[in-house]
C-alpha cells in the first residue's frame, strides 16, 4: 500500500510538473509581398505597403517570413512596423542587392541568439551563386530565438525555391534540413516560403517524408478558415485553378491550433499582393 502511495504521489507531481511547463504560443505567417515592379500598375508596391503592414498589425502576428521584398521595400516595411526586429540579406550581393526573404519578429517578445542566410546551392556560403539547375539565385534566412518569457529556443527559417529548377528545389529542400539539424538539433523550428510548387511535387515530398520530420502545418491545423490556395495573381486566376504554394512547416514539438488564408478581394485593385499570406497560431 505504501509503495502504491508513493508511486500515485510521484505520477502526481510528473502529470503537476508537466502541466506548469510553460507554452510559447505564436502568430506565424507566411507572406510572399510581390516585389515592387512597376509594371504591377494599381497594384504596384507604393498602393499595398500601407495594406501590407496594417494585415501584420491587424493579424497581432509574432514572427512572419516574407519572400520577394526588395530593399526599399524592406525599408518601407521597417518604418511601418518599428515593433518588429528584421534579419535578412539581398540575394545577389548579401547586403542590399536582390531580393530578400527576410523573418520578421516582435523585438519585445524574443531575443536573437544568432541569425545569418545561405544560399540554396553546392555552396551554401558563395554569395550569389546559382545552385544546380536553378534559374535564380536563391537563399534561406534564418533566426535561432529565445521566447523571453519562459526562455524556451526555437528556430525559425524561411526561404523562396526557384520557380525552374526541380533539382535546384530537392537540393534545397536537402540543404536546409542539414542546415536546422546543425544550428539547433531537435529544438522546435518552423520553416516558411513560397516554394513554387505545390503539395505533389518533388520538393514537398522531400520535405515532409525525410527522416528529419517537417509537417504540413495547414494539413495538422484543427481549424481552417479562409481560402485553400495562396497564389491568385492579382485575382487573374479562377478559384477553382488557384494552388498553394506557400507554406508553413513545423518540427513534431509544435501544435497547429489553426490556419488562416485570407481570401484575395474581388475586381482589379485593393490586393495584399499577388499571394495571399498563410497565418498559423502555434504553440509548443
Known amino acids: ?9 510521484s505520477m502526481a507531481a510528473c502529470s503537476s510538473n508537466q502541466k506548469s511547463e510553460p507554452l510559447t504560443e505564436v502568430n506565424w505567417a507566411t507572406f510572399n509581398i510581390r516585389y515592387d515592379n512597376p509594371e504591377d500598375q494599381q497594384n504596384n508596391w507604393k498602393f499595398r505597403k500601407d495594406s501590407v503592414a496594417k494585415f501584420i498589425h491587424t493579424n497581432d502576428l509574432d514572427v512572419v517570413g516574407m519572400q520577394e521584398v526588395l530593399h526599399n521595400q ?3 516595411l521597417k518604418e511601418r ?12 550581393d548579401g547586403h542590399t542587392a536582390g531580393e530578400y526573404a527576410p523573418l520578421f519578429f516582435k523585438k519585445d517578445r524574443f531575443e536573437v541568439l544568432d541569425s ?27 533566426a535561432k530565438l529565445k521566447d523571453k518569457k519562459n526562455g524556451k529556443i526555437f528556430m525559425a527559417v524561411n ?3 526557384d520557380h525552374v529548377g526541380v533539382e535546384a528545389r530537392r537540393k534545397g529542400a536537402l540543404l536546409i534540413i542539414d542546415k536546422i539539424k546543425e544550428i539547433v538539433g531537435n529544438k522546435p523550428t518552423v520553416l516558411t516560403g513560397d ?14 517524408t525525410n527522416e528529419f520530420i517537417l509537417k504540413d502545418a495547414f494539413k495538422l491545423a484543427t481549424e481552417k478558415i479562409g481560402v485553400d490556395y495562396t497564389f491568385h495573381n492579382f485575382g487573374k486566376i479562377p478559384d477553382e485553378e488557384c494552388e498553394k504554394i506557400d507554406f508553413i512547416f513545423v518540427t513534431p ?11 484575395e478581394p474581388d475586381g482589379t485593385t485593393g490586393f495584399l499582393s499577388d499571394h495571399n ?8
Not at 500500500?1 to 504521489?9: F, N, V
Not at 545561405?118 to 551563386?129: M, R
Not at 516554394?195 to 515532409?208: G, P
Not at 497547429?256 to 488564408?261: F, G
Open 74 to 76: 524592406m525599408e518601407d
Open 1 to 9: 500500500m505504501a509503495i502504491a502511495a508513493l508511486m500515485g504521489l
Open 277 to 284: 499570406p498563410e497565418v498559423t497560431k502555434l504553440s509548443f
Open 253 to 263: 514539438q509544435i501544435k497547429v491550433k489553426s490556419s488562416y488564408i485570407p481570401k
Open 116 to 142: 545569418n542566410t545561405f544560399w540554396l546551392s553546392q555552396y551554401p556560403d558563395s554569395v550569389g551563386f546559382i545552385g544546380w539547375d536553378g534559374a535564380c539565385t536563391r537563399i534561406a534566412t534564418w
Open 195 to 208: 516554394f513554387n510548387v505545390n503539395d505533389q511535387s518533388e520538393a514537398y515530398q522531400t520535405l515532409t
Open 159 to 161: 526561404t523562396h525555391f
Open 81 to 92: 512596423l518599428p515593433e518588429y526586429t528584421a534579419v535578412g540579406v539581398g540575394r545577389d
